[in-house]
Nanobody, 124 residues
Framework: QVQLVESGGGLVQAGGSLRLSCAAS????????MGWFRQALGKEREFVTT????????YYADSVKGRFTISKDNAKNTVYLQMNSLKSEDTAVYYC?????????????????WGQGTQVTVSS
């Protein structure tokens, strides 16, 4: 069993920054990619960004390109999401996710493990 635990959410003013972390643990953890989705109130869960575990290739939703940066620490089995220039529309619950195999990284169904989510609220 793999567990993903997010941290770092909170309340921030528009234009500010936050850094989310997601630590993976379990008997044997290996994944093709780890990333972040988000779900705003009343909306579908949407792709934000992901990073491949071995090659470090990154993928971003158009809405966050240039503002968000994903990174990883292989030794700690941890991914980070640095969010800058936050907007009110970034307000959502952010979920960490891990995909075990090569797949369409933009697709929610490609991910096998999910964290419990962390709230990010951006006030305008």
């Amino acid at each position: 069993q793999v567990q993903l635990v997010e941290s770092g959410g909170g309340l921030v003013q528009a234009g500010g920054s936050l850094r989310l972390s997601c630590a993976a643990s379990g008997r044997t953890f290996s994944s093709y990619a780890m990333g972040w989705f988000r779900q705003a109130l009343g909306k579908e869960r949407e792709f934000v960004t992901t990073i491949t575990w071995s090659g470090g290739s990154t993928y971003y939703a158009d809405s966050v390109k240039g503002r968000f940066t994903i990174s990883k620490d292989n030794a700690k089995n941890t991914v980070y999401l640095q969010m800058n220039s936050l907007k009110s529309e970034d307000t959502a619950v952010y979920y960490c996710a891990a995909a075990r195999r090569y797949s369409n990284v933009y697709f929610r169904g490609s991910y096998d493990y999910w964290g419990q989510g962390t709230q990010v609220t951006v006030s305008s």
